[in-house]
């Protein structure tokens, strides 16, 4: 259940080494074709989630998968993130459409993500 602080995971993000082999194996599994096709990011819309495939990682460095928390303020779940021992690793930033997102990690070096969509 998502509670009132959050909307829950709503994407995850997969690195790629080969995006056109990875899109066919994706696309099988999810039983949809992509709704986001590029060179640089394919995006599958199902179920209510979005499952991305980033080649090589992406801007972001991904070297596994990354679960996006979907959030009402992403300024302030990273405060209260950070009062809680989290660690910002990429600062919120805007990639297009007004989403907003960043990346933490826990004290165990995992990474979590944030998106918030304005």
Known sequence: ???SSGQGIG???HPVSDLVRAKAVYAALLGVPPTADSPYY???DVA???IGLVPG???QGLTS???Y???PDIDAKLAELGAAGAT???AAHDVGGGRLVATVTDPDGNVLGLIQDR
Do not use: D, Y
């Open 48 to 50: 209510g989630q979005h």
């Open 65 to 67: 998968p990354v679960a």
């Open 42 to 44: 394919v995006g599958f």
């Open 69 to 71: 928390w979907h959030v």
């Open 11 to 13: 994407t995850v993000l």
């Open 1 to 3: 259940m998502v509670g």
């Open 88 to 90: 910002v690793a990429e």
């Open 57 to 59: 990682g992406g801007p």
